[in-house]
């Protein structure tokens, strides 16, 4: 008694110490004592329950000395029960009341959580109000820790045997419910998890209201996977009709996935009705909510795995063939399944998602890839289903892509080989020909580019789509360069359709079919004719949605015949599909000398800004991958020749840097006018990652969007309109555009101004902007260890910058910038090669500051 005395003296004394730190740990001591008492408590109240039964026992039997033994121990116990009784809740009142309202909120949480473990000893005692109370008023703690505690705390008190019912936990949850269904909803989603734990728990003692049901419901769209992981759960138990969840809570094996028809052949498929009409009911025809469904439920519900019954649900002409809106929610239900699984797969996360996610990929190949066609033609009639199929057809046929060569471990080797390959392309052919979505074309596109790789029967129905189209549009070319009769479908209006499915095609197989003096000469004769109107004042024959979707088109098929033109034996698997002729290719460096030269007319004098940038997104991947292309070549060759003369170059002469330069200071002016809080830009593209869209592409969509939403979405010039962009679209547009330089390794790039204009975006007061000089920094950096010339030429981009900055604002910017490079440089940490580089350079600066000087 003395000792334990002594102890709570101390710790409640020093819990009350000015220092956190000692506080703290004090608090901390003594919610330990606390919890001890409580568990020697618990201790002696089994013993005297124990007891009690001996003693009834021994009175039966007549055993009076045994009898006499137990009434006396039994008395002792309790006498000592009841004392620790007292002891514990006089400490731990003496200790709640001050700390659970302490500044510090770890002290706060600390408090909360002691109370979650002792009432895990004993929840009949922590359920009375003296105890409660605290809790209740650490529900609107401001520390979201503290709230998850009290709450975690809250959920272990009605943990406890839902078929029990004392008047205590009835009379707790009327109190905490409304709190706790808020608390859902929190700003911090652990301490939402946790509150949705609650009303789990809740619901299981039907004490939970309908209006309350709603609210919970609601949270299985929360983007936050924890959120929507535990409202899941609570729907699971709570309003499907059965548990949907039947993962063992260990996992399975590496690589296993639960046998299909596991718990009756009809359970997988009653149990994705039960998820397609919740679909139904509460996402309010908003399909796209499936993605969010999905994620709550993966690796977590067996059904999701089922693809031999999503197979005959998806496809007509079954026995439970599904149709209308039923069909439509399935459709998205399954592609976001294989998006998800190629998510996990794309991610190189954890080896155990990622063979988990093969192997529901294989068993989705097993069954849908043979009958795609079936499952297309069951969605065309839909454009919201034929969206996602396409997705899904993407997906799959990218899988069975990867899988290639993988025999019997995959068992996806040969499912598109032969006639089934060749009724997948007419099937894709089909649709690429009738859906007006162009999300829709590029998912299909990219099918068409897997699939080709999958069966070679594919390739004469994919370049018989290629002619199709192109002969299209090579009937359109005159009737846009002409006068022309009034039609039905203005020529402009028509060419942008066809050009539009071109171009996306484009990135899957050569659409010129090789013929560059008469298709890309084409093109840029009608580019050449937009460039002269504009120098000229004059109305162009097509509008700008036109002319950049032109642009697009033209340089995705340059950059496939430089491929095979550059490297013409063995072919690089990029362009193995297209139709090669070795004389038109011969013409391609003319072609893209040709593109440099119109693409300079229009960065100088095209009225519309979309347009410039387009011109600037076409040039510079071109030079990109030319240099791309020779050095891969150099590479595959290995043979240490320099046929540096022999091959064909494209360079960035004077004037096409200086237009570049130009337009890239006016991106770049445009976005540091955006003010830094505003629009900000994440997600800046990798150079060279396939988990990453390209800056290339990325920077076409955005300025196809931007085209659309100023009402330009015609082919036709119409009026010279002011082009609004949002300052959001200004920030991406300008960071995609320096990682467009940035990933150009051009030589004549590198050599040229735009280096230097991104690094100078390290004075930006926009850390997206900044984010894009310090790449091209890191990767300038990088690539100076390797050789001599590479340093030297590192610090030469360095000092253009300053000197730029020097120029155009004075002497304390260009210091600031100076300071800011070399910081991220490092210059402390050179080696011997930089650090000569480094001298070399400032000599080099001093030298031209004194020639200066002297002029």
């Known amino acids: 008694g003395g000792l334990l005395q002594l102890l709570r003296d101390w710790t409640l004394a020093l819990a009350e110490c000015q220092f956190r730190s000692v506080r703290h740990?004090?608090?901390?001591?003594?919610?330990?004592?606390?919890?001890?008492?409580?568990?020697?408590?618990?201790?002696?109240?089994?013993?005297?329950?124990?007891?009690?039964?001996?003693?009834?026992d021994a009175e039966i039997q007549g055993a009076s000395g045994r009898f006499a033994t137990l009434s006396a121990e039994h008395d002792q116990a309790a006498h000592a029960t009841k004392t620790l009784v007292s002891a514990r809740d006089a400490m731990g009142v003496a200790l709640l009341s001050r700390r659970t309202k302490d500044v510090d909120p770890e002290i706060r949480r600390s408090c909360f959580e002691a109370l979650r473990r002792w009432a895990g000893v004993s929840p009949e005692t922590f359920l009375n109000p003296q105890w409660t109370r605290y809790l209740h008023f650490g529900l609107s703690d401001r520390e979201p820790k503290a709230r998850s505690a009290v709450l975690a705390a809250l959920e272990e008190l009605l943990r406890s045997d839902?078929?029990?019912?004392?008047?205590?936990?009835?009379?707790?949850?009327?109190?905490?419910?409304?709190?706790?269904?808020?608390?859902?909803?929190?700003?911090?989603p652990a301490v939402g998890a946790a509150a949705l734990r609650c009303a789990a728990a809740i619901a299981a003692r039907n004490l939970l209201g309908e209006d309350d049901f709603d609210q919970v419901i609601d949270l299985i769209w929360d983007p936050n996977a924890q959120r929507h992981g535990e409202a899941a759960a609570f729907i699971s138990r709570f309003v499907l009709s059965e548990d949907v969840f039947d993962y063992p809570a260990s996992g399975l094996p590496v690589g296993h996935l639960l046998p299909t028809g596991s718990g009756g052949g009809g359970t997988a498929q009653r149990r994705i009705m039960m998820f397609l009409q919740?679909?139904?009911?509460?996402?309010?025809?908003?399909?796209?909510?499936?993605?969010?469904?999905?994620?709550?439920?993966?690796?977590?519900a067996s059904c999701l795995e089922d693809w031999e019954t999503i197979a005959s649900l998806a496809l007509p002409g079954g026995e439970y063939s599904l149709t209308g809106n039923l069909h439509t929610a399935l459709?998205?239900?399954?592609?976001?399944?294989?998006?998800?699984?190629?998510?996990?797969?794309?991610?190189?996360?954890?080896?155990?998602?990622?063979?988990h996610a093969e192997a529901v990929l294989d068993r989705a190949a097993r069954a849908m890839a043979p009958r795609l066609p079936a499952f297309l033609s069951s969605c065309q009639a839909e454009p919201a289903a034929m969206r996602r199929a396409a997705s899904l057809c993407r997906y799959l046929l990218g899988h069975c892509s990867a899988r290639r060569g993988q025999g019997g471990v995959s068992g996806c080797d040969g499912l598109l080989a032969g006639p089934p390959g060749e009724a997948v392309a007419e099937a894709l052919k089909t649709a690429f020909m009738r859906q007006p979505d162009p999300d829709t074309l590029e998912y299909i596109a990219e099918a068409i580019a897997y699939l080709l790789d999958l069966s070679e029967r594919a390739r004469p129905v994919v370049l018989d789509l290629a002619s199709t189209l192109h002969n299209r549009m090579m009937k359109l070319v005159p009737m846009l360069s002409a006068d022309t009769e009034p039609a039905d479908v203005p020529p402009a209006d028509a060419m942008l359709a066809v050009a539009t499915r071109l171009r996306i095609l484009a990135k899957a197989v050569d659409v010129s079919l090789c013929q560059v003096r008469s298709f890309c000469a084409a093109v840029l004769r009608l580019l050449d004719d937009r460039a002269d109107a504009a120098e000229n004042g004059c109305q162009p024959s097509m509008g700008p949605q036109l002319a950049v979707t032109l642009l697009e088109l033209l340089v995705l098929?340059?950059?496939?015949?430089?491929?095979?033109?550059?490297?013409p034996e063995p072919l690089p698997h990029c362009v193995v599909h297209d139709q090669i002729d070795h004389q038109e290719l011969k013409l391609t460096p003319t072609a893209a000398k040709d593109l440099c030269r119109v693409a300079v007319a229009l960065l100088r004098?095209?009225?519309?800004?979309?347009?410039?940038?387009?011109?600037?997104?076409?040039?510079?991947?071109?030079?990109?991958?030319w240099s791309n292309a020779v050095r891969f070549t150099e590479v595959v060759r290995g043979d240490g020749k320099d046929d540096s003369a022999a091959t064909p170059w494209v360079h960035l002469d004077e004037e096409l840097a200086d237009a570049l330069c130009g337009h890239l200071g006016e991106l770049l002016t445009e976005a540091n006018g955006v003010p830094p809080d505003c629009g900000h830009f994440q997600g800046l593209p990798e150079p060279g990652n396939p988990k990453h869209t390209s800056a290339f592409s990325q920077t076409f969509a955005a300025i196809h969007q931007a085209l659309m939403a100023a009402g330009s979405g015609g082919g036709g010039a119409g009026g010279v309109a002011s082009y609004v962009i949002a300052d959001s679209e200004r920030v991406r547009i300008a960071a995609l555009a320096c990682a467009l330089v940035s990933s150009c390794q051009h030589p004549d790039v590198a050599d040229s101004t735009l280096p230097a204009v991104i690094l100078t975006q390290g004075l930006s007061a926009r850390e997206d902007l900044q984010e894009a000089a310090w790449a091209l920094l890191s990767r300038l950096r990088k690539q100076a260890h390797a050789q001599t010339e590479n340093a030297n030429a590192f610090f030469k981009i360095l000092l253009h910058a300053v000197h730029m900055v020097h120029r155009d604002a004075g002497v304390e910017v260009a210091r600031d910038l100076s300071y800011r490079l070399l910081q991220h440089t490092g210059v402390g940490k050179l080696v011997p090669v930089m650090q000569v580089a480094l001298v070399s350079a400032l000599q080099a600066g001093v030298q031209s500051a004194v020639a200066e000087e002297s002029a």
């Open 25 to 56: 740990a004090a608090s901390v001591a003594a919610l330990h004592i606390v919890e001890g008492l409580g568990v020697q408590c618990q201790s002696l109240q089994e013993f005297c329950g124990t007891a009690a039964v001996q003693i009834r």
């Open 162 to 188: 839902s078929s029990v019912m004392p008047q205590e936990v009835q009379t707790l949850v009327e109190h905490i419910r409304p709190r706790i269904v808020a608390r859902c909803h929190d700003t911090d």
């Open 278 to 300: 919740f679909l139904g009911e509460y996402a309010e025809g908003h399909y796209q909510l499936a993605d969010r469904l999905v994620a709550a439920t993966w690796q977590r």
């Open 331 to 355: 459709v998205h239900f399954a592609e976001a399944i294989v998006r998800l699984a190629s998510e996990d797969i794309a991610a190189d996360g954890k080896t155990d998602n990622v063979h």
């Open 557 to 567: 098929i340059l950059m496939r015949q430089a491929a095979a033109l550059i490297q």
């Open 605 to 625: 004098f095209d009225p519309v800004p979309h347009v410039r940038t387009a011109a600037l997104a076409s040039v510079v991947p071109l030079l990109a991958a």
